[in-house]
């Protein structure tokens, strides 16, 4: 029995969002998968234990804040 996951984040616009799902896209491994979904960035995970889920969804997390940082086109 696997355990899945389903982590939505939402940006400013459907283009940011695009910019943040393909930064995000080398980082997946092949139990995850991530696009974007208009200003939404939906990664959906599955993995075979509860720990391994858990580790990551942390992973995730950490990442998914770099590349929104990275994508912010209004810092100067």
Excluded: C, F, K
């Excluded at 995850?32 to 889920?53: F, K, Q, S």
């Excluded at 580790?55 to 997390?61: E, N, R």
């Amino acid at each position: 029995m696997s355990r899945t996951a389903t982590i939505t984040t939402d940006h400013e616009s459907a283009e940011r969002a695009a910019m943040v799902a393909a930064a995000l896209e080398p980082d997946n491994t092949d139990e995850m998968e991530t696009r974007g979904d208009g200003a939404r960035v939906v990664t959906e995970i599955d993995r075979e234990t509860t720990g391994g889920l858990q580790s990551t969804m942390d992973d995730y997390v950490v990442n998914v804040r770099v590349a929104d940082r990275l994508t912010d086109t209004t810092q100067s």
